[in-house]
C-alpha cells in the first residue's frame, strides 16, 4: 500500500533526431522502483520514422503527446523534455496543464509564445537547418553523438539509432506558453554540453520565481544516456 501510494507517473519527451529508445535506461530505472513511464516516439523519427512526410510538425508531435495523456488517462504527471522537446512540451502543457504536477526541462529550450527552434538554435545547428529548409528538404540529418558529447562508449549506438528530424517541427512557432508558468513544480537542468542558448536559460531561470535548477556538468547533452543514475535521482526529487 505504501508503494502504491507514492507510485508516481513519467512522461518522458525525447528530441530531435532521437526516439524513445533514448530513455531506456532512465525508464528501467524508475520502473524497477515502482512508478509508471511513458516514453513516446514523435511522429516521423525513430520506431516511427516511417511515418515521416512534409506535413510533420510542432504540432504533430504536441498531440502525440496531448494524445498519450488524453488515452492513457494520466493524472499527476511529471512531464519532461530533452532539448528540443521543450517546445513539445511547453505546448502541450496548453492542453492537458491541470493533468501535470511536475514540468522539466532537461538541458532543453524553454520557449515563448512566437518562438521556434529554428529561432533559437545555437548558431552552428541553426546555419544547417535553415540550409536544409532553403534546400526544401523534408527532414534535417542528424548531428554526431561526439558533437553532444555523448560518452565514447555510446557513440556508436546513438549514431545508429538517430534519424532525420522532420523540418516542419523546427520551423513552426510555438503558439502560448502561460499554461507553463502556473504549473506548481518547474525544474530546468543543465548539461555540460557547450550551448549558450542553454547557458542563458539557466541563468534567467535560477533567478526566476517558481524554478528549480540543477546542473549535471560532468554529462553531455544526452544525460538519460550518460547519466542515467543520476537523472533518475533528480527527477525523483522534483516529482
Same mark, same amino acid.
Not at 514523435?42 to 504540432?59: E, Q
Not at 511536475?102 to 509564445?113: E, K, M
Not at 518547474?186 to 524554478?211: E, N
Given at each position: 500500500?505504501?508503494?502504491?501510494?507514492?507510485?508516481?507517473?513519467?512522461?518522458?519527451?525525447?528530441?530531435?533526431?532521437?526516439?524513445?529508445?533514448?530513455?531506456?535506461?532512465?525508464?528501467?530505472?524508475?520502473?524497477?522502483?515502482?512508478?509508471?513511464? +511513458?516514453?513516446?516516439?514523435?511522429?516521423?523519427?525513430?520506431?516511427?520514422?516511417?511515418?515521416?512526410?512534409?506535413?510533420?510538425?510542432?504540432?504533430?508531435?504536441?498531440?502525440?503527446?496531448?494524445?498519450?495523456?488524453?488515452?492513457?488517462?494520466?493524472?499527476?504527471?511529471?512531464?519532461?523534455?530533452?532539448?528540443?522537446?521543450?517546445?513539445?512540451?511547453?505546448?502541450?502543457?496548453? !492542453?492537458?496543464?491541470?493533468?501535470?504536477?511536475?514540468?522539466?526541462?532537461?538541458?532543453?529550450?524553454?520557449? !515563448?509564445?512566437?518562438?521556434?527552434?529554428?529561432?533559437?538554435?545555437?548558431?552552428?545547428?541553426?546555419?544547417?537547418?535553415?540550409?536544409?529548409?532553403?534546400?526544401?528538404?523534408?527532414?534535417?540529418?542528424?548531428?554526431?553523438?561526439?558533437?553532444?558529447?555523448?560518452?565514447?562508449?555510446?557513440?556508436?549506438?546513438?549514431?545508429?539509432?538517430?534519424?532525420?528530424?522532420?523540418?516542419?517541427?523546427?520551423?513552426?512557432?510555438?503558439?502560448?506558453?502561460?499554461?507553463?508558468?502556473?504549473?506548481?513544480?518547474?525544474? +530546468?537542468?543543465?548539461?555540460?554540453?557547450?550551448?549558450?542558448?542553454?547557458?542563458?536559460?539557466?541563468?534567467?531561470?535560477?533567478?526566476?520565481?517558481?524554478?528549480?535548477?540543477?546542473?549535471?556538468?560532468?554529462?553531455?547533452?544526452?544525460?538519460?544516456?550518460?547519466?542515467?543514475?543520476?537523472?533518475?535521482?533528480?527527477?525523483?526529487?522534483?516529482?
Amino acid at each position: 500500500a505504501q508503494a502504491q501510494a507514492a507510485q508516481e507517473t513519467f512522461v518522458l519527451v525525447h528530441g530531435t533526431w532521437h526516439g524513445g529508445w533514448c530513455w531506456r535506461r532512465v525508464a528501467d530505472a524508475l520502473e524497477s522502483k515502482g512508478h509508471k513511464v +511513458y516514453t513516446p516516439t514523435l511522429t516521423g523519427v525513430g520506431d516511427r520514422s516511417h511515418l515521416l512526410t512534409k506535413d510533420v510538425n510542432l504540432t504533430t508531435h504536441v498531440n502525440d503527446v496531448v494524445n498519450l495523456v488524453k488515452w492513457e488517462d494520466l493524472k499527476d504527471i511529471i512531464l519532461v523534455g530533452h532539448s528540443s522537446a521543450g517546445f513539445v512540451i511547453t505546448q502541450a502543457a496548453e !492542453q492537458f496543464g491541470p493533468s501535470v504536477a511536475s514540468i522539466v526541462y532537461l538541458d532543453a529550450f524553454v520557449p !515563448q509564445a512566437g518562438e521556434s527552434l529554428i529561432l533559437l538554435a545555437n548558431p552552428g545547428p541553426r546555419k544547417s537547418l535553415e540550409d536544409a529548409v532553403a534546400r526544401g528538404d523534408l527532414a534535417a540529418k542528424p548531428i554526431p553523438a561526439a558533437a553532444f558529447k555523448v560518452n565514447e562508449r555510446d557513440r556508436p549506438w546513438v549514431d545508429a539509432k538517430c534519424t532525420p528530424h522532420p523540418l516542419a517541427a523546427v520551423v513552426e512557432n510555438v503558439t502560448a506558453a502561460g499554461a507553463r508558468e502556473k504549473i506548481a513544480r518547474k525544474t +530546468y537542468i543543465r548539461s555540460g554540453f557547450d550551448s549558450p542558448v542553454f547557458d542563458q536559460t539557466l541563468a534567467r531561470l535560477k533567478a526566476a520565481p517558481g524554478w528549480k535548477t540543477y546542473e549535471v556538468r560532468s554529462s553531455g547533452h544526452d544525460v538519460m544516456i550518460d547519466m542515467p543514475d543520476r537523472l533518475v535521482e533528480i527527477l525523483l526529487e522534483v516529482a
